[in-house]
């Protein structure tokens, strides 16, 4: 059960400054949803761009290793000669607080990993197309991941502006009427009572 309120003016201004406090807390999570939900819609725009061109990347990319595979035969001696890629590094800008990631790629591509003896047009035409699948691939991955921490940022600034509009702004209301018309009761009472006071001082006098 919860405690019973006592109505003194030191509980109705600090639940004045509360009410104001929780008012301006909704304006400023309404306002950080806003702003979250327009750079959502920009990634999710970039998202639906990059996976209608990345599927066809990815289907020309393995014809052409097919094709590659055809001509060389299997070509994982070629594939085992790539290097690992160490240019790809990570950093965050920020959007209301919410950490958006960046991937940054600084690739060596016109560099042809393997020699040229024993090997053909077609596998340089792979190699050349799974460059661009990885690059579509960091891509997307930035992208997908700005999407998913918009979207729970969202939905967490979402349940805090429900919270304070819901139920602790109309709390504090409610608290503010309780204690405002139990105030003004007492003042009536004491009203009277100083009449009635003062009406028998005159009856005696």
Avoid: W
Avoid at 74 to 98: C, E, K, Q, W
Avoid at 119 to 137: G, K, P, Q, W
Avoid at 164 to 175: A, D, M, Q, S, V
């Amino acid at each position: 059960m919860a405690n019973p309120i006592i109505p003194t003016k030191g509980n109705l201004i600090a639940a004045k400054r509360s009410l104001a406090l929780c008012k301006l807390g909704f304006d400023l999570m309404d306002r950080k949803r806003n702003v979250l939900t327009r750079e959502l819609m920009q990634l999710v725009d970039q998202a639906k761009a990059l996976r209608g061109s990345i599927e066809t990347i990815y289907t020309d990319a393995y014809a052409m290793l097919q094709d590659a595979n055809i001509t060389l035969g299997v070509v994982d001696h070629f594939a085992n000669a790539v290097p690992i890629d160490y240019s790809v590094s990570l950093s965050t800008r920020s959007v209301m607080g919410v950490e958006i990631p960046k991937i940054t790629h600084t690739p060596n591509d016109p560099l042809i990993p393997y020699g040229f003896l024993n090997t053909s047009i077609e596998l340089d035409s792979a190699y050349a197309a799974f460059c661009r699948v990885r690059n579509m691939t960091l891509m997307l991955a930035e992208v997908d991941n700005g999407v998913f921490r918009l979207a729970t940022a969202i939905q967490k600034t979402q349940r805090r502006a429900n919270a304070l509009k819901n139920i602790l702004i109309p709390r504090y209301l409610e608290t503010i009427r309780v204690i405002s018309d139990s105030l003004e009761e007492k003042e009536r009472e004491e009203f009277t009572r100083m009449k009635m006071i003062k009406a028998k001082k005159i009856s005696f006098a």
